[in-house]
């Protein structure tokens, strides 16, 4: 709303200003142009003489025309604003699949992870026992003179075969029957069956081509620290320090 005051001072902008008569006063409307400000601390007068040359009839019908032209609006009086509420609900874990699914699979990683950690202990600790366990290919200076172990070593490097007894492959109590058998000794087919048939002389007294026994597995004395036998499948007949703890000495 912009008083009469202020109308004389808009007198000037011609067109552009617009005036209503409505019922208990005027309606003033600037259009395209802004309104003359008072700079601070003016004292803007205004001469209502000039209001006399103001053709308000004019200045009515150009209102009325901008107020028929623009856009209206008709809200209901009884109109209301309808919000439809949501339903929340919750799945226990227990019930949910997908989370069920993400856990199992979660823990199947873990078991996955667990397992190859387990493999790799376990080739380590296998490659420890190799490094310990050495390996030779020629008999050790201790067995020198000994028949059995100079029949032996023909045989190192013959792979390992479950039951077998010939130079095509050996077990353990094969490899050592075949041996004895080339010097005239006949010995049980069975590790422990050998083991009971002998004498049990001790670690000290024990001699190169006596035979070392431990539950399991029999092999042929080579002298000082070493055996000959055959190992175990994947290997082959070969000369190794005593891997066993607490070893029994045999002799035929």
């Not at 919000?83 to 199992?104: D, F, H, I, K, R």
């Not at 080739?123 to 003179?145: C, I, M």
């Not at 994947?234 to 320090?241: E, I, S, Y």
Request: proline share 5%; aromatic share 6%; charged share 15%.
């Amino acid at each position: 709303m912009t008083p009469l005051t202020d109308l004389v001072q808009n007198s000037q902008l011609g067109r552009r200003t617009a005036v209503a008569a409505a019922a208990g006063g005027i309606l003033v409307s600037t259009f395209g142009a802004a309104a003359a400000q008072a700079a601070p601390g003016e004292t803007v007068k205004t001469d209502l003489s000039k209001l006399g040359n103001l053709d308000l009839g004019a200045l009515t019908n150009e209102a009325h025309q901008v107020v028929d032209a623009a856009p209206v609006v008709t809200v209901a009086r009884d109109a209301k604003i309808a919000a439809e509420a949501g339903v929340v609900s919750v799945t226990p874990a227990s019930e949910n699949e997908e989370y069920q699914a993400q856990l199992a699979a979660e823990a199947a990683a873990e078991e996955e992870a667990a397992a190859a950690a387990a493999a790799e202990a376990a080739a380590a600790e296998t490659t420890a026992t190799a490094t310990t366990t050495t390996a030779t290919t020629a008999a050790p200076a201790s067995a020198n003179g000994s028949e059995i172990i100079s029949i032996a070593s023909r045989y190192v490097g013959t792979p390992y075969v479950s039951g077998g007894s010939s130079p095509s492959g050996f077990d353990c109590s094969g490899f050592t029957s075949y041996v004895y058998a080339q010097v005239g000794i006949s010995l049980p087919r069975s590790s422990s069956a050998q083991a009971a048939g002998g004498t049990i002389v001790s670690a000290s007294a024990a001699v190169a081509g006596d035979l070392v026994y431990a539950p399991g597995h029999i092999g042929i004395y080579a002298g000082g620290n070493t055996m000959i036998d055959a190992p175990k499948p994947g290997d082959t007949v070969q000369f190794r320090t005593i891997w066993m703890s607490n070893p029994t000495f045999i002799r035929y």
